[in-house]
Nanobody, 122 residues
Framework: VQLQASGGGLVQAGGSLRLSCAAS????????MGWYRQARGNQRELVAS???????NYADSVKGRFTISRDNVKNTVWLQMNSLKPEDTAVYYC?????????????????WGHGTLVTVSS
């Protein structure tokens, strides 16, 4: 099982970016998919999460600007980021606890995608 994240880059304040993260492998089930971020000198924080039924949760700082969505068939989660601010600059990570087929049944591990840098210039 692995996570493949993409997106990110440099954008001016007020601009938009879209991040994606796809899980692949011998996946049995995925419930919650989420995005975290870590700015320099700060702890990693939850940005947004979404359940398999589509229930979403957002950090107060991104409500109304970011939208998380997912495709349960493709095991992919996206983060649409609009009205970006310089304080959104951080390395963004997708996080997905995955139940997968193992040799002796199913097992669950918490997977992190590689970080993708988002830089918002003022």
């Amino acid at each position: 099982v692995q996570l493949q994240a993409s997106g990110g880059g440099l954008v001016q304040a007020g601009g938009s970016l879209r991040l994606s993260c796809a899980a692949s492998g011998r996946i049995f089930s995925i419930n919650v998919m989420g995005w975290y971020r870590q700015a320099r000198g700060n702890q990693r924080e939850l940005v947004a999460s979404i359940t398999s039924r589509g229930s979403t949760n957002y950090a107060d700082s991104v409500k109304g600007r970011f939208t998380i969505s997912r495709d349960n068939v493709k095991n992919t989660v996206w983060l649409q980021m609009n009205s970006l601010k310089p304080e959104d600059t951080a390395v963004y990570y997708c996080n997905v606890p995955i139940t997968y087929f193992s040799g002796s049944g199913n097992a669950t591990d918490n997977y992190w995608g590689h970080g993708t840098l988002v830089t918002v210039s003022s």
